[in-house]
């Protein structure tokens, strides 16, 4: 079930378009130009969103916007995906997203974090740091 080899952010276009249409609004950001990953970036990139985007429809039903930024800084590639949420006990699902999120990110020698945001709602942040060091 994972993306296209080409995935990239004309990818996670497409995945936060679909989202759009059965969730919140949804404000993307992507850098420009459209930048030059390796594959295991692009592929990872997509599916943190994908995941991000899926733990917002589970779990923040009532959020009214979300936030996704994909970002070259000098750390590498950051992904960061926010809602504005209120606070809500979610169910347990026995589910292994986050898990897998952070197994995925950290074979890359990347870092996830996610939790409550400042102002309420949920964030996800995975930083991907390129394999020479520098921002891709």
């Known amino acids: 079930d994972g993306p296209p ?16 249409r ?3 609004p949804v404000r ?15 592929s ?3 599916r943190v969103v994908r995941e991000a985007l ?8 009532h959020a009214r916007a979300v936030t996704v930024t994909v970002a070259e800084e000098p750390a590498g590639v950051v992904v960061e995906v ?5 606070p809500a006990p979610a169910p347990h699902r026995g589910g292994y997203g986050l898990v897998g999120m952070r197994e995925r990110v950290e074979a890359l020698g990347g870092t996830v974090s996610a939790g409550p945001g400042p102002d309420g709602g949920w964030s996800v942040r995975a930083v991907l740091p390129t394999h ?3 921002s891709a």
């Open 5 to 20: 080899a080409s995935a990239g952010p004309e990818r996670v276009e497409a995945l936060v378009d679909r989202f759009r």
């Open 22 to 24: 059965q969730g919140p």
């Open 28 to 42: 993307l950001r992507l850098p420009e130009p459209e930048p030059s990953w390796p594959p295991e970036i692009t």
């Open 44 to 46: 990872t990139v997509y």
């Open 54 to 61: 899926t733990n917002v429809a589970r779990h923040a039903p």
């Open 82 to 86: 926010s809602d504005d949420g209120p």
């Open 132 to 134: 020479d060091g520098r």
